[in-house]
Structure formats: C-alpha cells, structure tokens
C-alpha cells in the first residue's frame, strides 16, 4: 500500500492507502476523495483528475508522456508542478506524498 495525501483546495485532507498498480486517481475515485472527478476514466482526456505535486515528490515521478503534456498545456489552471493523477501509478517510492487539487476541481 502506498499512503497518499489529496489535500482540497480549502485544505481539506483525506489520506488513503491506494494498492501498489493503481493510479492515484483510482485510489482518490474509489475512496470517493472529492476534487478528483476523472470525467475520462483514466484516458488521460479530461485534465479533472490534476493534482499539484510539491517539488520533492516530483523527481521521483515517472517522466510525463506527450498525450499528459499535451493535455496539461490545454488546462487554464495547470502551473509546473501539475501531474495527471491517472497517469501515476502508486509505488513505494511515493508513499507519504501529499497532492493538492486546484479550486476548479471540487
Ligand atoms: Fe481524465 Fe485523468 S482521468 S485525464
């Protein structure tokens, strides 16, 4: 398991354990975190699943592909350290990181 911090734009925190191999935003769906509507399923199509990364974490996230940049560029409330949540998957290496969702996503 791998512990994860969504923090909502009003600060609002729901800590979850998400199973090695999902993504974190099937881990905030399932919980039924708000602020992670993941409109697309997980098609990386929708940007309602971004979540801000603090700078320590991001290093240790898998680079993004081209569909997730393409997509974050399109998104008005994207800045640089904004990730698809459905595009991570929970690894050990994340366990204990915190994410924030923008203020557009609740
Ligand atoms: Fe749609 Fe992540 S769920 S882009």
Redesign the pocket.
């Known amino acids: 398991m791998t512990k994860i911090t969504y923090v909502e734009h009003d600060g609002k925190e729901h800590t979850i354990d998400v199973a090695e191999g999902l993504t974190l935003?099937e881990g905030a769906v399932k919980n039924m975190v708000p602020g992670i509507d993941?409109?697309?399923?997980?098609?990386?199509?929708?940007?309602?699943?971004m979540v801000y990364v603090p700078e320590e974490w991001l290093a240790k996230l898998p680079a993004k592909e081209d569909m997730e940049e393409t997509?974050l560029d399109f998104c008005e409330h994207s800045q640089p350290n904004s990730r698809?949540?459905?595009?991570i998957k929970a690894t050990k290496e994340l366990d204990g990181m915190r994410v924030t969702m923008p203020e557009s996503q609740h």
Do not use: F, I, K, R
Request: charged share 5%; proline share 0%.
């Open positions: 935003m993941a409109d697309c399923g997980g098609a990386c199509a929708c940007a309602t699943c997509m698809l949540s459905c595009q």
